[in-house]
Each structure stands twice: as C-alpha cells, then as structure tokens.
C-alpha cells in the first residue's frame, strides 16, 4: 500500500474520541428536536438553550455509556416478556438520570413534566438520534 492509500484511509478511520464526539452531538440534536416537539419537555437553566441542550447531551452520553448496559441487562427478563417495549421504559428511566444529574450538577437541564412526556421524548431522542448517527456515518 502506497503513501497516499495510508494516509486516506487513517483520515476516514475514526477513532474512539471522534465516534464520541459524533454521539455526542447526535444526542444534542435529538434532545433538541424533543424539547421543541414534545409538550412538558422544558430547557431550564439559563438563557442560552444550545450550551444547556449540549451539557444535558453529554451527561445522557455519559449515562448511557455507564448505566444502560447494566440497567438492559438487568431489565432482560422483562424486555423479553414485553417484546421490547420494556426497552423504551429503559430509555425513559435513563432521561430522568440525566435531568437529575444536570440539574443537580449544573443547575440547568432539562424539566421534565410527566412520565408521559419523558416516554415520548426517549422516542424522539432514539429516533432522531439514530437517523442523525446514518447521516453521519456513526456506527
């Protein structure tokens, strides 16, 4: 392989940090699309929602990296019996670690009016997360 190959193919090679990033602002563009489209989602914390939506972004990051594999693998028997739809419950329970976390952390975040809203808004952040990830690239 010549010079040239090996120097295109480590430019279209992503590394760990740079999947992150991706992930990262996928999720800030999902939790975006869901606090302008679902009702009792809410930026609160400030004035400047994009630096709020991706503080929030990150934490959800951080808490689907370290918590959702536990919490799937917990909850297995039950996503099971449901067909899946445990899996959404899930979701849901993880936003409202975020918000917690976020609030707790930083004073700002996301409110979060009913468990109703929250199942909706983990829909529309998987959605739109996974069409943003393919548009991307992100695997």
């Known amino acids: 392989m010549n010079r040239k190959h090996r120097a295109v193919r480590r430019i279209n090679e992503k590394g760990p940090l740079m999947n992150f990033?991706?992930?990262w602002l996928a999720t800030a563009v999902a939790v975006a699309a869901a606090a302008w489209i679902v009702?009792?989602?809410?930026?609160?914390?400030?004035?400047?929602?994009?630096i709020i939506i991706a503080v929030f972004a990150?934490?959800?990051?951080?808490?689907?990296i370290?918590?959702?594999?536990?919490?799937?693998?917990?909850?297995?028997?039950?996503?099971?019996?449901?067909?899946?739809?445990?899996?959404l419950i899930v979701n849901t329970l993880l936003l409202y670690i975020a918000s917690w976390l976020t609030d707790g952390l930083f004073g700002m975040g996301l409110h979060i009016a009913t468990f109703g809203s929250a199942f909706v808004a983990s829909i529309v952040i998987s959605i739109v997360s996974s069409l943003v990830n393919s548009l991307i690239g992100d695997k």
């Open 39 to 50: 009702p009792g989602i809410d930026i609160v914390g400030g004035d400047n929602a994009w």
């Open 58 to 64: 990150l934490v959800l990051s951080l808490v689907n």
């Open 66 to 87: 370290g918590l959702k594999p536990i919490l799937q693998t917990l909850s297995l028997p039950l996503t099971f019996l449901t067909f899946g739809i445990f899996y």
């Open 21 to 23: 990033i991706a992930r």
